[in-house]
Each structure stands twice: as C-alpha cells, then as structure tokens.
C-alpha cells in the first residue's frame, strides 16, 4: 500500500517544522530525560531507560486533528509512539504506541487512562528503524496509522474507533511518549492524513488481529492472509521457527492436506496435525533437509524425527501438496507436485498407545523464513484450478540441471541450445563453488542473439553473475545490474571462446581467451556485495534468439 | 569534552549526552549537535541544491563509489595513469573530463574535492597533495603509512582548515553503525572490551594476483599485516571514540613465500595479533590475517549489560543478547541515503554512506565523521602495532594525533 504523492509533500514540509520547534514549546511529564538535538531534522531523544515519559505542546487552531512523527524505538524500549488531540496535563487524550508484545512487536492506542482502544498485536516493527506514527482525531472519534520511514508504505492502520470524549476543538496538545529509550524527529500537525481507510491494510490481513480468532500464533513470526479474500496465508518474517494452530480444523483420525510454497532461503516447513493450542503435541509433516533441495519429513512433537525422505525432493518457490494420514493406529505423509503427482511418500508408522484416539488440531509451521500455505483443511482435495500450477521445468539434460525455455541436448560431452527462438537457460546444480574461476568453452551460432555463462548462479537464477556475448560483452549481476560494459568487444558465430566469470570474494572479474589460449579481453575487479564471500552458486548458460554449444564447464581454485 | 574532540567533531558520548545544559523550565535539554546521532537515525531528504564537484583518482576500487548518484555531488573529472583505468572511470561516472595524473587533476579550479584512492603507501603523499592545491579530500584507507605522515597531514589540515574523510568502511558497516546508537544509548552497559578482525588470505602473497601487475610488484607484496589496520580498529573507536594507547603485538610468518622474504617492508609477518589498551581502560583484540582460514571483517563488543556479535565466516549469526532477550535481527539503515544509493556495492554496504557522508559533510559545511583525527587515530595504532611486532611483542606507547 503506498501513497508516495501525498508523503512526499508532508516530508518536503515535516523537516522545517521539526527543526525550527524550540525546545521551551514543550511540556513533559513523567520522569524522562528528554534531549533536543538540534539538526535538520531536530531529534528529541528520551535517554531515560525503563521509564515513562512524555513531551507536549500545544497546536493551534480548532479543526480536527491530525498528528504525526517519525519514532525510533530503542531495542529494550517498552512502547514509544505519540500523543494527540490530548489536554495538556494529559488527563485526557490519546497515545499510539509501538510496542505491547515483547520482543514481537505491536501496535497499540490507549487513551489517557490507560484502556487500550485498539491493538495490531503482530505488528513487525524493528528497533533503531524509524516508523511514521500517525493519530487522526474528529469529534467523538479517532484513528491511527503506521508507515514505513518513507511516509508510505503503510505497516498498521485502524478503522474509526469511538471515542465519545474526544473534543478537538480543545485538546490540542500533542507530542511524544516513550516508555524507555526512543528518538522522535519531524513531529508536526497535517492538514489531512497520510491515508485514507483501505480494506487491505496489514492490520486487516494480519492473522490473529483480524477477526480470525480460530487462529493462535506460537512464537514470533508474520503470518498475514496475503489478499483480502483470505486466501492464501503467508508467513513473512526470517524468524527461526514459527507456528499457528488453527481451533477449527482437526480431529482424531482423518487426511490433512495443505499446498506449500516455501520462499528463499526458508529452512522448511509444513503441515502439523493433531496438535494442541501450543504445539506442545502432535506430528508435523514438512519440507526439511537441506535448504531449497531438501527432503520430505515426518516428526513426532516434541520427540522429533520419525522418518526422513531423500534429498532433493523440493525447490523454492515451488508449489507442493503436502498431506498427513492418521488411521488406523498409523501416521503417514506424503509429498506430492501441485497437480497431485506423487513425490514421495512416508512409510505408515505406528503411533504410540498413549496416542491412539488422541484428538488435536491442524497447524502450520516455518522453519528459518518465510512460506505460504493454502487450500488446508481436513476436507480438502486437489483443486482443478491450483492443479494448473507448474513446477518447475523438466530438466532435458538429467538431474544435475536446472532447465528453462529451449531445447538442450547432449552432444558427446557437450550441451546444446537448439532451439532458435526465445530465450533458454539451464544451470548445473553439481559444479558449485563459492570464489574461483567459473569457466566454459562457449561457441555461439552465426544465429545466436546473445549467449551468456551464468556464474555463482542459484538454481533459481536469481542470484549469480552473467557474462553476456551480445552487442559487445557484458558483466552484470542476475538482479540486473552492470558492472562492467564494453560494446567494441567483437566476437564470431561459429568461433569457440574460453569464457571465465573470476569470483575473489567479494570482487568479481571476466576473462575471455580465443581457442589458441590468448587472452581478449580481462577486465578488473567489480566490487558486489560481501554476502558473495561464502555464498556458493553453480555455473550455467544462456542463449537468447539463436543457438550454442557449451562445453567443459568446470569451477576451479583461483590461481 | 574530551581532549580529541574538536569543538566541531563533537561525540555525542553517552557522558557528553549527560552533561548538556537544561534549557528553559520545559524540562527538555539542548544537546550540541552530533553528527553521528543525525547520521544515524532520519531519513535522507535533500535540503540543498548545492553541488560538490569532485575528482576521483584510482581507477580500481576508486569505481566502487556512487558520487554521480548523489544529489549533490558532479563528478567532474578523472584521473588514473593507466588509461583503461582512467576510461572505466570515466564510463563508471559518465564523465568525459580526464586527467592522466593527479598532480594535473589538482590543478583544475572547477573541482572542488578529491577521492583519493590510488595505492596506499602514497595515500598520505597525494592527500597532502590536495588539500595544498586548496581541495577537500576523501581517501581510502589508511590514511598513512608512517608516524612523520601522520604529523604531516595533521599539520596541513589544520593550517589549510580543509576537510578530510578516511573512506574506513567498517565505520558504516550496519552492525557497527547498530553498536554506535546502543553504545549512545548507554544500552552495553560499560563495553569493556571488543575483539575484532579482518581476515583477508592471499594478501602480500608472491603468487596473489594483487600482489603484481604487468609483471612488477604491487604495494601489496608482503604488505605488513598492521600496516591496514583500519577494518578492525574502526570497530571500537568509531563505536565509542577511544583511544588506543599502548599496544603489543605478535606476528606469524609464511617462510615458503617470496612475498614475505623481500619485500619493502622489510616484513616477515604474514598475521598479526594485537592487545591494544584505551584511553578508558579497556582492553582491544585486533587480528590482521593474510593466512588464515577465515575470511571478511567482523567484531563482537562486549558490555556489562549487553553484546553484540557480528557473522562471521565460520557460520556465526548476528546476535545481540540483551539483559531480557537475544535479537537475531538488525535492522537496515538503509533510510539514511539518498533513494538511487539504497544498493549494497561492498564492504557490508559501506560504501554508499562513505559516498553519502563526505558529500553532505562539505555541503554542510562540517567535518565528516570519519574526520583527520579519528582516521589517525584508527591507522596509527597499526603503525606501532607493526613496531611492536617486529620487537617480539614488546608493548608500545601510541602518539596521539588529536588537538592539543
């Protein structure tokens, strides 16, 4: 949700009110130590730690209210946010909070005596990061929101709440509240609000905080219907391990299915079954095993694991059907492609005495990052719709590569592109490194648009490097940007050249030699980011309108 | 104060944060300003239309900046003596305007500052060399190589009253900006010691590509370990602006390399550990390894209430543990630039603030955080760390550079 036109204005003008309010315009309260650092902006930082304390002034005019300023909360703060349309002693009026859920987050709005209003309990929000607070107040009602620090992208937002004491015409004092350590900086009064009420605000979407009430989070965790619809529910945060357990669904013995997808770099995740409110019981059939290429799993909660499948059995942002059978005195699971074809599947495994006719719930767990999970219900069947979803491509070339578009085939110990339209790409999965001299002899066609090696690659292709033979050559990375360019670069069709993509850490670099071993083209080191130091990627071709042939592909130590 | 603040570089120390005055009866206090308080924590806005036009000269890491992605910042004109690096300057910033050398870049009156990043044993030369010719600079680290190079830029910036900036990027990696604001906010407790290290295998080796071009040696070849000692000590004096006073240091050698048999610095140590000792008491354990089986620059600060680790090659996450909980997160910093910088170019997504900070610092009209005296006080410490090492260990005292 951005509004970017109307935060921008605000911004442009937010600064100069904060700089220029003097610090004798303030009133506190409570026992704070508060500090103005003068700047552009000024910051107010409140020093004290583990206690409340509060700076008002007084706005003019006598229109309806509305409030707003960056807070940047400490990381042992208890809550910090704003007040607004309050009377200056503070015996009446209003404070948006960030806080409320220990070492989770959350969103909350108290009046002056203390009873919490509203509250987005799961509301993420980070320590030394700034948000935007916001409080709108009209005769009798208020509302709030919450933005990311670009004054648009919109993190929590309540519907109008009834607030039959509140009298903008006179509580006009408003300010900052810390209950602990916090910055605060372009505080100012608006003419209007940074957003209008929207349908699809985080809050509404959020589990748990909306009116889904059958649902209970255990541990930290973002776990948010990713439409208004309630479709599909995701779980957003890099958290070690999150759970929900959903009251309604369950049952003693039965089939539980749910269709998963598991984000980048998640660790795994999956289908609980026969839980109890906290997790502290039941099975979990989930996706494990090495990150993004890992097994099916069966675990009994909280022993841990009864079987474990072979590796490679499931990919990023793939979707997968995952299903758990309880019956008969067994606990099975099975893994299969969104069009309902088998993967793989456990063996039926007893359940233990105390178990048998135990009831319990369905749930849905992460493990170490984010996932999405749809279609879970214990009556569920595979959807026509959902089973038009494909997985990922086939591989022409066995089950070392990764292919995508084209026609690749085996020549003796090369490959080839055959295909003469579109574009065609197949990464190798088994020749990994992290830094060294990812290298191939690459022979384009005469008809060849553009052909690239792919270096340090995922298999997603998302991450890594591409030299790219094209008008010139090209260095750049797969998120699309350039390091290197050099347009008068001329190569051949039908001519072989050694292509090597030189990985020293954090530094990147291209060398191109023609068959007899002399050196075209070497470039100097490119700096990308240090998370390149250990991360460990494949080498992989590209072609583009045209044909090639690739052949002794191979990652080495640098020299 | 203490005695190497200037009133200008002011930090905001948690005691200095303490000691400010109250001011009318709101009960709010008026602090000084701090730089590392306003960097650290609002968004970037553009607030002047002021442009800085800056030469850049190195055309190997000098490429890695942003300067022609600020708003307020022209490159101007380039400079490398090799002329494949002066055109991938000149491409990297969309500058036509070249120079084949610094001696003649500094001679252009349209140019207002200079990016120094040529080779290190010449930082000192050519950033001396600049500012005489009138020009701010910013320049890669260290900022010298020797103690009379240390008193020598130290003398030239303040007679020229020109601004400096060491591009140390540890200073603005995201885990040390994080232990700044928790140091600020008092939050460590006493932070009672911090080991830190930079681990970088290949460096001064004979056979290291770095270690030679066009078939001569590099400065690299058998660069002394301490000698580049910036990475790690920017992990506690730009965290709390101590000083590292005393030092002793141990060296571990590479018998079998050339590297380390003849070199220029007559140096046999390709590691080296240091315990340094601060200004406040605390000790420091400072590693520069060129041979060891770890790499990248990392620290963990350790306080009476609170630490903080940063990963490490080894596979260690973040953690900061704090009195009631662990937080496996930081947070991006990445509001602090302006929106076409948010991309991480290297060195822990330092270089767009390194960019970002000496670009406002002139438009501001302020000395940038990492000003002459705290690049001295991070690269000095190395140099007699070196002494130390070549002594067996014997502890050293460390001259300060700071004002009088």
Known sequence: MHFAATALTWIASAALAGADTPADAWQTAGEGAWQVLPGTPAVMWQGSPGVAASAVQTIPGTAAIVWRCFVEPAPTVDSAGIWFAATPDLASGYRLTLGGNPGLGGVQLHDASGTLLWEDKYAPWTYYTPYVLEGVAESGRVRVEVFRWDGATLEAQSDWIDAPGCAPDTMRACGLYAHGIARFYRWEPAVSPLSPIVADSPSKLRLVTSDDTEWTIIGPGEWKWMTPEKKILRQGADVFRSSVVNANLGGSEGTWRCRILLEKGAGGGGLILRTDPQIQTGFSIWLGGNHGAGSLMLYRIPDGQLWCGPQEQWHYDTEYILEGTVKDGKVSGKLMKADGTLVVESPQLDLLEKEKGLTGNLGLMTYIGKGRFWDFSDATRVSEAAATVEGPAASMLGSEWVVSGGVWTWHNEAILQNAREGLAAAVNKAVTGAKGVYSATITPQQDAQAVSLLFQVSPDMKEGFEIRLEKGLLLRTLSGRVLYEKPDFVWTGGTSYLVEGIVVTDRVSVRVSDPAGNVLLKTDDYYVSDTNNTRIGGIGFQTLNGTAEFINWAVRPLE | ?404
């Not at chain 2, 005695?3 to 206090?29: D, Q």
């Not at chain 2, 009156?109 to 010449?122: C, K, L, Q, S």
């Not at chain 2, 910013?138 to 020797?146: D, F, L």
């Not at chain 2, 200004?279 to 060891?292: A, K, M, Q, S």
Request: a negative charge; aromatic letters at 10%; glycine letters at 8%.
């Open chain 2, 1 to 404: 104060m203490k005695k190497h603040e200037s009133p200008e570089t002011s930090r905001l120390s948690r005691r200095g944060f303490m000691r400010t005055t109250a001011a009318g009866a709101s009960g709010i206090v008026l602090a000084g300003a701090s730089s590392d308080v306003l960097a650290s924590g609002p968004a970037w806005q553009q607030t002047s239309e002021k442009k800085i036009r800056i030469g850049v000269v190195g055309g190997g890491f000098g490429v890695s900046f942003h300067w022609h992605e600020h708003p307020n910042c022209i490159v101007e004109a380039v400079s490398d003596l090799i002329p494949e690096r002066r055109e991938r300057l000149q491409s990297k910033y969309a500058c036509e305007k070249a120079y084949e050398s610094l001696e003649e870049l500094i001679l252009d009156p349209a140019i207002d500052a200079v990016a120094v990043f040529t080779e290190a044993p010449n930082h000192a030369r050519h950033v001396i060399d600049c500012m005489e010719h009138g020009k701010h600079v910013i320049s890669a680290v260290p900022a010298c190589c020797t103690l009379e190079e240390a008193a020598r830029m130290k003398e030239v910036k303040e007679r020229t009253g020109l601004k400096y900036m060491m591009a140390e990027t540890s200073h603005y990696r995201w885990e040390t900006i994080t232990a700044r604001r928790l140091h600020q906010d008092g939050l460590f407790g006493e932070l009672v010691y911090c080991e830190a290290e930079y681990y970088h295998p290949g460096i001064g080796w004979a056979n290291n590509d770095l270690s030679m071009r066009d078939g001569k040696r590099t400065w690299r070849w058998g660069l002394p370990p301490m000698s580049y000692p910036t990475h790690s000590t920017s992990f506690l004096v730009s965290v709390t602006h101590e000083r590292l006073v005393k030092v002793s240091c141990i060296g571990t050698k590479k018998p079998d390399d050339p590297g380390f048999q003849d070199n220029a610095y007559n140096n046999p140590y390709v590691n080296a550990m240091a315990m340094f000792l601060t200004d406040e008491g605390h000790p420091f354990r400072c590693n520069v390894c060129w041979d060891i089986h770890a790499h990248g620059e990392r620290a963990q600060w350790l306080g009476t209430n609170a630490a903080m680790y940063m990963p490490g090659s080894g596979g260690q996450p973040f953690v900061l543990q704090l009195p009631d909980r662990s937080i496996n997160t930081l947070p991006d910093y990445w509001h602090m630039l302006p929106e076409k910088m948010r991309y991480d170019s290297g060195h822990g997504s330092s270089h767009p603030f390194l960019t970002n900070e000496f670009v406002m610092a002139l438009v501001e009209d302020r000395e940038p955080e990492v000003d002459l005296y705290e690049a001295l006080a991070l690269t000095v410490p190395g140099i007699v760390a070196q002494q130390s090492s070549f002594k067996d260990g014997e502890q050293l005292e460390i001259p300060s550079f700071d004002l009088a």
